[in-house]
């Protein structure tokens, strides 16, 4: 008893830093703007705020209207396609990328990293100026040289999404390509060496060796990445959405939506009224998901 | 073992933490330090630093260059060691700021008969609930711009419906009659003003369903069938730069890049609407001086000097010859190189109608719903009162939440 | 034709494909970049043109020239560089005990602690800017490395400490094991066993964090004041060109000269990205 007590402390202190640093960075906001939503903090008391108690969360309950409910669908959608076509995408090129005595291959790799060596806000300034610009862009430009008409890329809806997840493929692709590379290589090689000598062909060795050798590697970082892109704002908002550059899509995810509708009120104690249903909701949403996925194995 | 390694790894991460916290100390040989922030370009910050070098030694001004201006200010706009002592900036950001109680006005440190020197929209500008928090500098407005190339100077469209007659006709084969960002607020209020609409009043009442808005928005969208659908800056104003568009409504900011593109640049007064008698009214940005209260107490003297250094009329004038803005000094334009100078003649034409961006925080909230409403109408096709009752309605609910 | 050479053959046409088509998908990838990369090197200050062509009409290196000679580049490179060095140091020297620990050892908390950790991603962090700064403002940290240095470890913190013990966890126990009944101390046993082997993950960890801290600029345009104190990131925020001022083509020449850095310690690394269970000895 007095070993396992010991245990558990060296444990913890052994991993104080990461945890302190992680309360300071991650989990003290969450506490403050929790904090923050049960006071009337805007712009008439910015600093002079007072505990105005449920207040904001009543109010807060307006946002969450039709509109949003739209928003809610579009963003499972956005999430499940974006999740998937990363997944699929970036285990096949893993996989190229891991043939045997394949030269060049961290030309490829190193190549295929680009997108991710520029911040996010500068790629996205490409992709709209660059390609999808109705007059300008080199999407159009190819159109006409091909005879076709120009198109406007990201006027409707569902031309926006298609729009909006190639932009995000191409922004994501490369942490996910590199998540699958890494777990790949450290599969055990001896394994294989057995599988084919029992016969098994690439299909069955993919299903039944690969992909449950490397599922608890990458299920960290594939968590992580389902969240940040429900909670996706840079590539929609950038896109079509901002401010003095709107291109007439109505393409809204929960955050850009809750953006519109409460951030830019600069009524703090609202919106984080807003950020803290939308993070229970979330939380809510990932608990009853990974149920059901548990009972499922 | 193990253990002493983690040990030493805390330890580690403790002291690079908080070693060098220590903030440099001010030096305390009796120069004031005045910190000024802005994000203007590198002419007319220069001009302000040659300006304010003169006070040396006993005021040493440092103005410092930040982007995100105006949120950082949100963070540190009380805090007497992160926040500067002045920033530069436009004026309508001033009653979000003074509300949020970081501003002091600066009829604290200057006698107000000096303001009155001043073009009378700027001092508007500058006024929040009878308070003037900014000491103006320049001031923006948009401007008529037309390719001499295609339209001669005495063929310039004097009407809204001689500009129409002329869209019609030009707008073929790629080329565009006129070009203007016309889904965006800050371009379509000067069509709504010229038809006595408003986006917002100065006592925060949006007026996006007025009759007058909604006739504006209505006469607005013909003249919108003739310009390219995506009406963001990059492609209006790479259209006029490349000659394909022959007339455009354009900052100022603008016009170094299209000399520089070989366009013969005229530039006009704002086309009269024919139905109301009134010249397109854009909004107009006045640039300028704000004192934060948490310097305003303990630099009260070196504030004083700063801004009395500012309003001569030198400041102004170097401002003017460098990057072309126009003074918001009155006797600046008495000054013979000023006065030759065209776009800002043009601009101070331009000033007699133009009605200062509404500086009240509620408008915060207008720039997106209006944007809203102008892509529902310009892009999606929907009907105009609708649409603006709707976004009449979704106005009122965002200021009701600010509060 | 012997089997062998059959053999060969096949893999020659198979690698063959494989080139061709590895070739096409990084062309199409990289579009956008050559974009850039052409509106970077052409004379004319415009991102659009109703003619774009690959390569620019009127050729220069002018803007690479303002890009070095005009912007305080280096110093923003300098800046980056100690940013990203000491939060990838700090971060990795947090996160390899803490991964190590929850990997290996069982103690009250350990799965609950790593469920919430995960589930913190959650959190709309749109707000966060202000805690944050509430956080470090007290401490005397705004305009600081070291404030910004804290933001960054914290930040990725829980990434670092799920993805290494993902890693651990693939190590098989029983390396450890052979090596303590060989005598090696607990010291030993992390040093001379454990990191060697976790080396590819140390290296996967160390790189998305680097990269992190180069494209951040939120943070660091929000706390640092004055130009000299800005980062590669934020830095390139400020050349940003917006509608009044600023130049198309010195914005994409500096896009381009901030990812070099990224791309090239990508490329040197990747050799030791390499599991070293697969080339060592250890088999299951």
């Known amino acids: 008893m ?40 805007n712009v008439y008391h910015w600093f002079d705020f007072s505990f105005i108690g449920t207040e904001n969360y009543k109010r807060a309950l307006f946002v969450f209207d039709s509109g949003f409910l739209g928003a809610l669908l579009a963003t499972i959608l956005w999430t499940i396609v974006n999740m998937v076509l990363q997944l699929v995408i970036a285990f096949v090129l893993a996989s190229l990328l891991n043939i045997q005595n394949f030269k060049f291959r961290r ?191 | 073992m193990k253990r002493w390694l983690a040990i030493l790894l805390i330890v580690c991460l403790v002291t690079t933490l908080f070693v060098g916290c220590s903030q440099p100390e001010e030096i305390s040989d009796g120069t004031v330090t005045i910190t000024i922030w802005h994000d203007k370009e590198e002419e007319v910050a220069a001009v302000l630093q040659t300006e304010l070098e003169r006070l040396e030694p006993d005021i040493v001004v440092k103005l410092e260059r930040k982007d995100g201006l105006t949120e950082a200010l949100k963070l540190v706009g009380n805090d007497p060691k992160a926040a500067p002592d002045m920033y530069f900036f436009a004026h309508d950001k001033l009653g979000v700021y003074a509300e949020m109680g970081i501003l002091a006005p600066i009829s604290d440190f200057i006698d107000a008969t000096a303001l009155e020197a001043y073009l009378p929209m700027t001092i508007e ?66 069509w709504i003003h010229a038809f006595g609409g408003y986006i917002i009043n100065e006592e925060g009442q949006p007026g996006l369903d007025s009759k007058e808005t909604i006739a504006a928005l209505e006469y607005h969208k013909k003249f919108v069938e003739y310009m390219p659908s995506e009406g963001e800056y990059a492609t209006v104003n790479t259209l006029f730069r490349e000659a394909k568009a022959h007339s ?56 004083i ?58 408008m915060d909230v207008m720039w997106t719903v209006t944007e809203n409403l102008l892509v529902d109408i310009n892009m999606s096709g929907k009907d105009v009162t609708e649409s603006a009752k709707a976004a009449q309605k979704k106005a009122l609910d965002l200021i009701a939440s600010m509060k | 034709m012997s089997l062998r050479r059959k053999k060969r053959l096949r893999r020659f046409f198979g690698h063959s494909a494989l080139h061709v088509f590895f070739i096409v998908l990084c062309a199409v990838t990289l579009i956008p970049i050559l974009y850039a990369l052409s509106v970077s090197l052409n004379a004319e200050n415009s991102l659009l043109s109703s003619d774009f062509r690959f390569i620019p009409k009127h050729f220069t290196l002018e803007n690479y020239k303002e890009v070095f000679t005009k912007q305080a580049v280096m110093l923003w490179f300098k800046n980056s560089a100690i940013l ?23 103690f009250a908390g350990r799965r609950a602690i790593l469920e919430i950790l995960l589930l913190l991603y959650s959190f709309p962090s749109v707000l966060s800017m202000f805690a944050i700064y509430k956080l470090i403002s007290p401490m005397g940290l705004v305009n600081t490395r070291i404030g910004l240095i804290l933001i960054y470890t914290g930040t990725m913190a829980v990434f670092g400490l799920w993805n290494m013990k993902g890693y651990f966890d693939t190590i098989p126990i029983e390396v450890e094991e052979a090596a303590a009944i060989d005598g090696a101390s607990n010291f030993q046993l ?62 994409a020449a500096a896009s381009l000269v901030v990812s070099l850095p990224i791309l090239i310690i990508f490329f040197a690394v990747q050799r030791h990205m390499t599991s070293g269970l697969t080339a060592g000895g250890v088999k299951g």
Request: proline fraction near 5%; charge should be neutral; hydrophobic fraction near 45%.
């Open chain 2, 125 to 190: 500008a500058a006024t929040y609930k009878g308070e003037i928090y900014q000491l103006p500098l320049y001031f923006e407005t948009l401007l008529y711009m037309y390719n001499r190339r295609y339209m001669k100077d005495d063929k310039v469209p004097k009407t809204t419906e001689e500009l129409y007659e002329y869209m019609r006709k030009t707008t073929v084969g790629g080329h565009y009659g006129f070009v203007e960002q016309h889904s965006t607020a800050y371009y379509s209020a000067g």
């Open chain 2, 248 to 303: 455009t409504i354009g900052g100022p900011w603008l016009v170094p890049t299209i000399r520089e593109s070989g366009i013969d640049l005229g530039l006009a007064p704002m086309p009269v609407v024919n139905e109301t008698g009134k010249a397109i009214a854009p909004y107009s940005g006045v640039q300028g001086l704000h004192v934060l209260k948490v310097a305003a107490g303990k630099k009260h003297d070196a504030i």
């Open chain 2, 305 to 362: 000097k700063v801004l009395q250094q500012l309003t001569g009329d030198e400041v102004g004038i170097a401002i003017a010859k460098a990057s072309g803005c126009a003074p918001a000094k009155l006797s600046c334009y008495d000054d013979p190189d000023v006065a030759k100078d065209l776009m800002v003649m043009s601009m101070y034409e331009t000033a007699q109608n133009a009605v200062p961006m509404p500086n009240i925080p509620e």
């Open chain 3, 84 to 106: 990203a060095v000491s939060t990838v140091m700090i971060s990795l020297g947090a996160a390899i005990p803490a991964a190590y620990v929850f990997s290996r050892k069982q």
């Open chain 1, 2 to 41: 007095k070993k396992r007590r010991k245990e558990t402390l060296w444990a913890y202190l052994t991993s104080a830093p990461s945890l302190i640093l992680i309360l300071l960075i991650v989990v003290f906001p969450i506490l403050y703007t929790g904090y923050i939503s049960f006071t009337n903090m």
């Open chain 1, 107 to 297: 030309v490829y790799k190193t190549l295929l990293m680009f997108p991710w060596a520029m911040p996010g806000y500068v790629s996205i300034l490409l992709w709209k100026t660059g390609m999808f610009n109705s007059q300008f862009g080199l999407l159009n430009q190819w159109m006409e040289k091909l005879g076709l008409e120009a198109q406007r890329w990201l006027a409707t809806d569902v031309s926006a999404f298609i729009c909006c997840t190639v932009v995000n493929l191409w922004l994501a692709l490369p942490f996910m390509i590199m998540i699958v590379d890494g777990a790949l290589q450290s599969v055990d090689k001896s394994c294989y060496e057995n599988a084919i000598l029992d016969g098994a062909n690439w299909v069955q060795r993919t299903i039944y060796l690969t992909i449950p050798s490397i599922k608890p590697i990458i299920a960290p970082s594939v968590i992580i990445t389902v969240f940040t892109t429900f909670k996706q704002f840079d590539v929609i908002y950038l896109l079509t959405q901002q401010v003095g550059a709107k291109t007439g899509s109505n393409l809204h995810t929960i955050l850009t939506y809750a953006y519109e509708n409460a951030f830019v009120t600069n009524n703090y104690g609202y919106s984080s009224a807003v950020s803290i249903i939308i993070f229970v909701m979330l939380i809510a949403f990932s608990l009853l998901t990974r149920k059901r996925l548990r009972e499922g194995e």
């Open chain 3, 190 to 251: 992390v040093t001379k066993i454990v990191l060697p082997l976790a080396k590819p993950s140390i290296i996967v960890t160390a790189i998305m964090i680097l990269i992190y801290v180069w494209n951040e600029y939120l943070f660091a345009i929000t706390f640092m004041t004055g130009a000299e104190n800005y980062t590669l990131a934020a830095g390139l925020y400020s050349l940003q060109a917006t509608e009044m001022s600023g130049s198309w083509p010195v914005f």
